[in-house]
């Protein structure tokens, strides 16, 4: 006689608007700092020979890169940021699990552009956090802050995004396992450069987090940031761009390059050196 079948329960979705914390969602979609950590190591040791042990990391948010440098015990970190409320989470759910800050990991909660004690090996900004300066003034005046503290042959680890998709209005969705991550690009102002996109999260159950982040940026092409790394007086810089496979698709590698055909869309490191 067949066994009668048993209706089973839906499973609850993981995430939802209300339940789900952003940073944890931010986390998941766009940082991979166990990835980041490796290529920075690498690309250091290529230029350098040398073995790098000290990051600064600016715009660090909830200091993800700073917990994963400094799971190694030769490495020291510190990050940077204004936002009270984002170091305090990052301190919580980050640096604790790890015995941190205090030993080899210190937050600092300043303008990037303020003197901070000490010289680094590397030091970075990531995740386009620096289009925040949206003049070339501004923009330098950051650049030379960081020339001040970057010990004498390290690097200054920078991303840009690009490609002629970035010119244009346009939402991005990327399914996640629980849930989706969707990159607005809402507004954008040729004049000035200037875009303004938000990052909103759609859940299994229909409910939304509408802008759970906002950037206002200006969107600075490769030669502006070159050229301006060279006025703030670093002595070299180059772009490292992504290899594809035989599909075209990224492969996660960077190597440096000097030039390349367009694409719709791209996101390199920028590596400058002191």
Known sequence: MPK??????????????KTADRHVLYQLSVQDAE?????????????TGRVPTSLREDFCGTALLCAEWAKKRDRTAVGIDLDKSVLAWGTEHNLKPIGE???????????????????????VAL????????????????FASVHRSVAKGGLFVLDA?????????????????????????????????????????????GSKMKNAFTYDWRLWTLPEITEVLAEAGFSRSAVYWESADAKGEGTGVFRPKTGVAQEAAWIVYIIAER
């Open 101 to 123: 800050p205090g030993n080899r990991v210190t937050l600092l909660r300043q303008d990037v552009r303020d003197r901070v004690p000490g010289h680094f090996d590397i030091t």
């Open 35 to 47: 990835t980041e950590a490796r290529f920075l190591d690498r690309v250091f040791r290529k230029i």
């Open 127 to 142: 995740n386009f956090s620096y289009f925040i300066f949206q003049s070339r003034d501004l923009l330098r005046e950051y």
């Open 4 to 17: 009668k079948r048993t209706r089973t329960k839906p499973k609850k979705p993981r995430y939802t608007a």
């Open 161 to 205: 995004y690009g490609g002629y998709e970035s010119w244009k209005p346009v939402e991005e969705p990327r399914r996640l396992s629980g849930f989706t991550y969707v990159w607005d690009q809402a507004e954008v102002y040729p004049i000035e450069n200037r875009v303004v996109n938000h990052i909103h999260f759609e859940f299994p159950n």
